[in-house]
Every structure is written in C-alpha cells, then in structure tokens.
C-alpha cells in the first residue's frame, strides 16, 4: 500500500470532520476513546481549529506513522498495543520515556517525530492534586504490565522509598524490577510472588492497582483476597476508570481509605501531550470542564 492509499485508509469515515489541522490517536481498538472529548475540547478553548481523529490501524504501524507526518499531522498519541512497537519509527525519544520503554504521546519535529510518555506524568498530577506525595513513601504495585512500567518509573522519579511489584506472572515482576533497580535506587524494586504477599513487611503503603482486573463486572479484587492486606494502604490509586468503581476501589472506600480512579491520569496524560502539541497552558478552570464532560460522557 502507498503512503497515499494509507493516509486516504487513516481518513476513511471521518470525512465529514473538516480541519487542516488533524491530531489522533493510533491504537486497536479504539472505537471508545474519550480522547478527542480532552483534545477537542481545548482546541474550541483556544481556537486552534483542530481535530483529533481516533485511527484503528493494523500492524503496519511504521508505515502510518510515516504517512501521518507526510501529511502534516501535528500531533499523535499511540495506545494499545502500540506504545513499546512504536519506537523505532521516531527521529528523537525523551529520556524518561525511554527508561519507561513506551511512547503514547508522537510530537511533531522538523526530522520526524519525537515520543513522550505522558501517562506517567498523568498519573503523577493526579496523586498529587489529592495532596499525596510519593517522595520517601512505600508503594505496593499490583501488575507488571505495560502500564506498569511507567507507575514504576514514576515511583522512582519522584524518590519513592520502596516500592514491592506483585504480579501473577512473577518474571514479569522480576524483569520490571530489574529494569528499575539501577546504581542509585539499589534494590528499593522488590518483586514478590502472589503466593508470597506476605512477605511484604507491614507498614502503610500507597497501593496502585495497574492489573486489568476489574474491567469486568464480574472481578473481584485483584491477587490478593485478604482484606487484612489492604489495611495497610494510606491511598490508594486504580488505574482503571471504566467501570468507575471497581472491586479495588470499593474495598478501600469500605475500609475508609482515600482512593482515585484512572480517570484523572487519562485527562492529564492528554493534556500535558496537548500542551507539547500547542505549547499551551491548560488552566483550571478549563481542565474541570473537560473532567466533568468526560465523567457526563462515562459514568452518566
Ligand atoms: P497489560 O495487558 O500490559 O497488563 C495487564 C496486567 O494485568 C498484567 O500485570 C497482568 O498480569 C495482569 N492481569 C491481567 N489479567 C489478570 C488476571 N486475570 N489475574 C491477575 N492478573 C491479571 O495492560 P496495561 O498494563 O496496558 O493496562 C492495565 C490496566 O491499566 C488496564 O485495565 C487499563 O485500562 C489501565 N490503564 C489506565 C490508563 C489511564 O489513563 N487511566 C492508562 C493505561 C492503562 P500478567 O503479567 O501475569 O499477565
């Protein structure tokens, strides 16, 4: 397929949305992002007259990432399961979204694109809005998947004390660790089997769900079924925001521990790659408008 044929298969069913200037997200699936609610929505604030457009593409995502920039897209995020595959096509990689090893944000430059990962920082704004702070602090992660690793790397950029990975395939776990644990952190990664949980020394812990269970009406709490062990949480974060209150998040609400969803990471994850884009500020006032279209456009 020619870069021509491709970018006219990237436009196909969204050519009723008239722009010059495209942004979007490549990913599979797709079809229910609430990205172009975060994009759109500063756009009209800023009268950029732009468009963020979701692409469902197939493997042959170097070749859409070349045609996008032939076509002057100004600005891309990548998703599942595109964000590690991604890189080898980017003239420029920032150094904390490579220590992560994924890329969701692709930002225009005069030799290509250059990739950030703005899910970490997403995740970053919204623990500290809550008044929490991840410095000197125990974190206990649930999961060693790809959204995983930018939790870690986040645990240790911002100076987390300790931080044990539970994970069910425990070489996962293990390679997470080993790929964080460098000459300055020592071993403060620890990974530690399900069967083993209990040799996570007691003490208060922030907990951050990144395990996938949950998304599903039917799960129950992920890994660990002992009650007890969650006592042990100050905050508490689960990376998923759809269903808005997962199993996780109910038991720590019952336990009385104050505890986030996903959703404000995904908002600030777009806005702090909109901001690369545009070289804007997002105030307050507009990233309450846009949070509460997002949870009208979820949760109602
Ligand atoms: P991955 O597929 O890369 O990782 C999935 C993780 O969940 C692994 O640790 C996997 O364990 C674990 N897992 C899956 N199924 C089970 C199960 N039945 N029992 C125990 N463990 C299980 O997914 P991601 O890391 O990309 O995403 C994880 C979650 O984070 C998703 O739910 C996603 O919605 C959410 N997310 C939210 C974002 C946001 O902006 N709020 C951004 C990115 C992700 P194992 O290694 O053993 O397979």
């Known amino acids: 397929m020619s870069n021509a044929d491709i970018w006219e298969k990237i436009i196909e069913g969204y050519k009723e949305v008239k722009s010059d200037n495209y942004l979007g997200i490549f990913g599979y699936p797709i079809k229910h992002t609430l990205s172009p609610i975060i994009h759109d929505m500063i756009s009209d604030e800023f009268s950029l007259g732009e468009r963020y457009i979701p692409f469902e593409i197939d493997e042959n995502l170097g070749e859409y990432v070349k045609?996008?920039?032939?076509?002057?897209?100004?600005?891309?995020?990548?998703?599942?399961?595109?964000?590690?595959?991604?890189?080898?096509?980017?003239?420029?990689?920032?150094?904390?979204?490579?220590?992560?090893?994924?890329?969701?944000?692709?930002?225009?430059?005069?030799?290509?694109y250059?990739?950030?990962?703005?899910?970490?920082?997403?995740?970053?704004?919204?623990?500290?809005?809550?008044?929490?702070?991840?410095?000197?602090?125990?974190?206990?992660?649930?999961?060693?998947?790809?959204?995983?690793?930018?939790v870690a790397f986040m645990c240790k950029k911002y100076g987390a004390k300790k931080i044990y990975i539970i994970n069910r395939s425990i070489d996962k776990a293990a390679a997470l660790s080993d790929d964080m644990n460098d000459k300055e952190t020592l071993k403060k990664f620890i990974p530690v089997s399900v069967d083993e949980y209990n040799t996570v020394s007691n003490?208060?812990?922030?907990?951050?769900?990144?395990?996938?269970?949950?998304?599903?009406?039917?799960?129950?709490?992920?890994?660990i079924h002992d009650i007890n062990f969650y006592r042990q949480a100050e905050f508490a974060v689960d990376l998923i925001y759809n269903p808005a209150k997962t199993c996780f998040i109910k038991c720590m609400e019952e336990l009385g521990i104050p505890v986030i969803n996903g959703l404000k990471m995904l908002l600030y994850q777009g806005i702090i790659a909109n901001e690369l884009w545009n070289n804007i500020e997002v105030d307050a006032t507009l990233t309450e408008k846009i949070y509460s279209n997002l949870i009208k456009k979820l949760y109602r």
């Not at 002057?72 to 995020?77: A, C, M, R, Y």
């Not at 649930?142 to 690793?149: S, V």
């Not at 812990?205 to 709490?221: A, F, N, P």
């Open 203 to 223: 003490g208060k812990y922030i907990i951050i769900q990144c395990t996938s269970v949950g998304l599903k009406s039917e799960d129950g709490l992920p890994l």
């Open 114 to 150: 250059k990739g950030y990962n703005t899910d970490m920082e997403g995740l970053y704004r919204s623990i500290k809005e809550t008044g929490t702070e991840i410095k000197d602090k125990e974190v206990i992660m649930l999961g060693a998947g790809g959204a995983a690793r930018a």
């Open 67 to 112: 045609s996008a920039y032939e076509n002057g897209i100004k600005g891309l995020n990548i998703t599942v399961p595109f964000k590690e595959r991604v890189i080898p096509y980017l003239c420029e990689v920032d150094d904390d979204a490579k220590k992560i090893g994924a890329v969701n944000t692709l930002v225009r430059t005069d030799k290509g």
